[in-house]
């Protein structure tokens, strides 16, 4: 990763709002979080969103970790 900070974890939900709205026409982006921990070195990344063609909300967080 680069220096963890709000500009670093604003450009992640940018760039995965982008990817989205681009490349996955099938969903509907309703909630994204992406946070810092920084004593894990990590961000976790929260997505709410809709599928066409089904009714319920999905959730779906996922844990971006350096690999060393």
């Known amino acids: ?3 963890m900070d709000t500009f ?4 992640i939900q940018k760039n995965l709002l ?3 709205r681009n490349y996955e026409p099938r969903c509907r982006i309703t909630d994204l979080r992406v946070k810092p921990y920084y ?3 990590e961000y ?3 997505i709410d969103f809709h599928i ?3 009714n319920e909300p999905q ?3 996922v844990r971006l970790e ?3």
């Open 59 to 61: 959730e779906l967080e």
């Open 8 to 11: 670093t974890s604003d450009a």
């Open 52 to 54: 066409t063609g089904i």
């Open 39 to 41: 004593e894990l070195n």
């Open 18 to 20: 982008y990817l989205f």
């Open 44 to 46: 976790v990344v929260s």
């Open 1 to 3: 990763f680069e220096h």
């Open 66 to 68: 350096r690999l060393r």
